[in-house]
């Protein structure tokens, strides 16, 4: 296994194009070939993460071997999301906006063919483990294995313990009793299954295609005690000196414009100094911490068992975020059917972000809240639920050694999670149907990848477009106009204003009302598929 880079050495030469590549390595070993030309496609989906928390984006979070698939491909630094759980899964199944994917009661639209659903038709084996959220527990139709997939481990909901996740499932059936073994622990269970469909995958003549949607780190706060042991200390710092260690690094490693100030501390955060609980603060960004190393060991047992097939050159691995860190203060009085009422052993689970109880065991359910969450997101502005540059901005790395030029570097052109399920049928060489078993289908939003993966550029989109929960905003060109839900728009030049500092709407009132104009028009929603 390649150790972790010693990234903070690097010189780079430019923001937003390409940096001096990491020695290149083949993935394969001596003497392996692939069997195929068609590739294997793994995409990895964590949960609630801030831009700057991976290793290789300037964060101190061990992310070895996130790291090292970067080292092997390449880094987008302008991806975005959407700016929550749902329509960020619901984009990257489709290729569309929620405007198209989502039907009512955000399940999967029928109007729109999964990625599974397309690569399945056209002859690749289908995988998920972890978590889905884009059906209800009862709408089984639109569960995985009934869109797309051929095999299913992992959740249905948005959120569960770590410990004792609800609505478990194993391809249509209902699997809680798996967490009964007292070793369970969700991420790493992630991991097995989709080591185990890997190798099903990799015993069939035909190419697979695998989905692994981790949990990790969304809340609550769950992890090993010796994992979360070897944070001990290190956040002593405090959230407002972790973003300026992170800044530095971010801007020596070119995965942000050094032009780009950092934004301010949240004004519900005190400075550091006067935060009256430290231990406690501490201990919940150890134990977030704790959750993402965890993970990254899971990721990096799936990068090893590629490596061993020899199939790792032939296959496309990609890694995302689904939005920003979440800024979310769980409640005590906050209920729900991820939160359970007592530990497998019968013990009350106390929830809530109560200073006097630390984070991390089964009994408790807290989440790391405003100022872990701004230091995630450095240096943008907001979280999670904003279509700010905080809520929506995301690392984006993609590995294929048979296609990527440039292994080890960056690119600043622009992507969107509309993109990937384009980039997917491209790399397959797979046409997306007109209709789909006798469905009309929305058109694609987005556009393949594959030529910046290969290399070259491609023409970036006229317009980018979202509206969830706390925001709504287009980027056009240079321009980005956002809002926190109905209150007044605001208006950036994102490219030499990358943290939104310099608001110039009051200044543009043309440009405001035509970028309006077409965000309402997109907000109406696209015609029936005909």
């Known amino acids: 296994m390649i150790e972790k880079a010693d990234w903070n050495r690097r010189e780079f030469l430019q923001i937003g194009g390409a940096v001096p590549p990491l020695a290149a390595v083949s993935c394969s070993g001596p003497g392996q070939s692939t069997r195929r030309k068609r590739p294997n496609i793994v995409v990895i989906m964590s949960d609630d993460m801030g831009y700057s928390d991976l290793g290789c984006y300037g964060g101190e979070i061990e992310t070895p071997n996130l790291d090292r698939l970067a080292s092997q491909g390449i880094r987008f630094t302008r991806y975005y999301t959407n700016n929550m759980c749902v329509p960020t899964r619901a984009s990257l199944m489709s290729g569309c906006y929620t405007t198209k994917a989502l039907g009512p009661g955000n399940r999967i639209s029928p109007q729109v063919v999964t990625a599974a659903e397309a690569l399945r038709d056209g002859g690749y084996s289908t ?12 709408d089984r139709e639109n569960h995985p294995c009934q869109r797309g997939f051929d095999r299913f481990f992992g959740t249905i909901i948005g959120a569960c313990s770590f410990w004792a996740p609800a609505t478990l499932m194993l391809d249509n059936d209902a699997a809680e009793d798996i967490y009964r073994d007292p070793t369970f622990y969700y ?3 992630i991991s097995d299954y989709a080591l185990d469909f890997m190798r099903e995958g990799l015993a069939k003549d035909n190419p697979f295609f695998l989905y692994v949607a981790y949990t990790a ?37 070119g995965t942000v414009d050094p032009r780009w100030p950092l934004s301010l501390r949240n004004r519900e955060v005190p400075a550091w100094a006067d935060e009256p609980h430290q231990a406690w603060q501490q201990r919940r960004m150890e134990v977030y911490a704790a959750q993402i190393t965890r993970m990254d060991q899971g990721i990096g047992r799936l990068l090893d068992q590629l490596e061993d097939s020899g199939e790792a050159d032939n296959t496309l691995v990609m890694f995302q975020i689904d939005n920003g860190g979440c800024h979310v203060e769980y409640a005590p009085d906050r209920k729900g059917l991820y939160l ?51 809520g929506i901005t995301v690392p984006l790395i993609a590995r294929w050694p048979a296609a990527i030029k440039g292994a080890g570097t960056t690119t600043g052109q622009l992507a969107h999670v509309i993109d990937l399920m384009p980039t997917f049928l491209d790399a397959a060489g797979i046409e997306r ?98």
């Open 433 to 530: 149907p007109a209709e789909f078993q006798g469905r009309r289908l929305h058109a694609l939003d987005g556009s393949s990848l594959l030529p910046i993966l290969e290399g070259g550029s491609r023409e970036p989109p006229a317009e980018l477009y979202w509206q969830w929960s706390r925001g709504r905003a287009i980027r056009q060109g240079r321009w980005k106009l956002v809002a926190v839900r109905n209150g007044s728009w605001e208006l950036y030049d994102i490219q030499d204003d990358g943290t939104e500092l310099r608001d110039l709407a009051g200044q543009m009132p043309d440009r405001v009302a035509a970028m309006e104009r077409l965000w309402t028009a997109w907000k109406a929603g696209p015609a029936p598929p005909s």
């Open 217 to 253: 780190a969304h809340w609550p706060l769950h992890a090993f005690e010796e994992d979360i042991a070897r944070y001990s200390g290190r956040y002593a710092m405090g959230w407002d000196a972790l973003r300026l260690q992170r800044h530095q690094r971010m801007k020596e490693l």
């Open 187 to 189: 991420t790493d269970a």
């Open 127 to 138: 995988y998920i483990s972890g978590k889905w959220h884009l059906s209800t527990v009862d």
């Open 340 to 390: 359970p009422q007592r530990t497998r052993e019968g013990r009350p689970v106390v929830a809530g972000n109560l200073p006097d109880v630390m984070p991390g065991p089964e009994n408790t359910y807290q989440s790391y809240g405003y100022g872990w969450a701004n230091a995630s997101n450095t240096p943008f502005r907001l979280y999670k639920q904003h279509d700010h540059e905080g």
